[in-house]
């Protein structure tokens, strides 16, 4: 009886979230703020999908200091990884990835690509960026403030490369046209610009939520989390939007959108206000 998988036989929302800057704080990465509402939303059959710059192992370590055991999208949307056993059948597309107990599906190029790609250009570009491979684990320590098993953990991509601009935006408008010419999709993040190929994080959310809905006939509605330039593809792909407001920069410029909220509060704070207003919630029920 015990080895019997109970699966649910439809799910109303999925969540689709970003991390830094969102569920977590910009500043400290804590989340504690949204640990009872993640409870709660699990107790209601509402998936939380993380769909993060973060890569996969900070994801996996992420997922278990949580207890969160639904699919996630990595690296700006480069690639969706699905637990081996989420869905009775794997979904077309999805093969298997280099940890046993994971699926994939890639969107794009590799890592090393697009460091060559920098490489390429960098002359071009004196003393303007710096890659994450050049900065090494204690650059990586020094610009984010992770600790150093966390940054190294950052520094295991897989798809893309981020970069610590240091130029002009000026300059910065001629590297991204440089890059765009590879081929290369330029993201802004809170705090680097993420080298990517032509994914995005909305590409990554229709397609998982293509592969939920395939399973049953009842509409899902699709919430999208986020407080960054990266997160537009993604707050524009879903039903509902709710942008996070940061504490370093303003609200991204997004499309109006009939459904779109923004918090008052920041981070972990903004995320459990805005979801607690989008699902009708008691507010006093999820702060025990």
Request: with cysteine.
């Amino acid at each position: 009886m015990n080895n019997i998988k109970i699966r649910p036989k439809h799910w109303e929302t999925l969540i689709f979230t970003d991390l830094d800057g969102s569920l977590l704080d910009h500043f400290d990465y804590q989340v504690a703020p949204a640990d009872s509402l993640m409870k709660t939303l699990e107790t209601m059959n509402i998936p939380v999908i993380f769909c993060t710059s973060k890569t996969f192992s900070e994801v996996l370590q992420l997922r278990t200091q949580l207890a969160n055991k639904h699919p996630f999208i990595v690296e700006n949307g480069a690639a969706i990884y699905l637990p081996a056993d989420y869905f009775d059948q794997p979904p077309a597309g999805f093969l298997k990835s280099h940890h046993p107990d994971y699926l994939v599906h890639a969107f794009c190029e590799d890592r090393a690509h697009w460091i060559a790609q920098l490489e390429q250009i960098k002359a071009d570009f004196p003393d303007q960026f710096i890659s994450f491979t050049e900065l090494g684990t204690k650059g990586i320590m020094k610009a984010t403030g992770l600790p150093e098993e966390r940054a190294q953990l950052a520094n295991q991509r897989q798809f893309s490369e981020p970069v610590k601009w240091l130029g002009s935006d000026a300059q910065k408008k001629t590297f991204i046209e440089s890059m765009n010419q590879f081929g290369a999709n330029i993201e802004q993040g809170g705090r680097f610009l993420h080298v990517i190929g032509r994914c995005s994080k909305g590409r990554a959310l229709h397609y998982l939520y293509n592969q939920y809905q395939a399973l049953q006939s009842i509409a899902i509605t699709t919430i999208a989390i986020g407080d960054s330039h990266n997160d537009i593809a993604m707050l524009e792909a879903a039903d509902i939007a709710l942008l996070i407001r940061s504490p370093v920069h303003p609200f991204p410029t997004i499309r109006d959108l009939p459904t779109l909220f923004k918090s008052q509060h920041y981070g972990p704070h903004g995320w459990v206000e805005g979801l607690q207003k989008i699902l009708n919630l008691d507010q006093d029920n999820n702060q025990k």
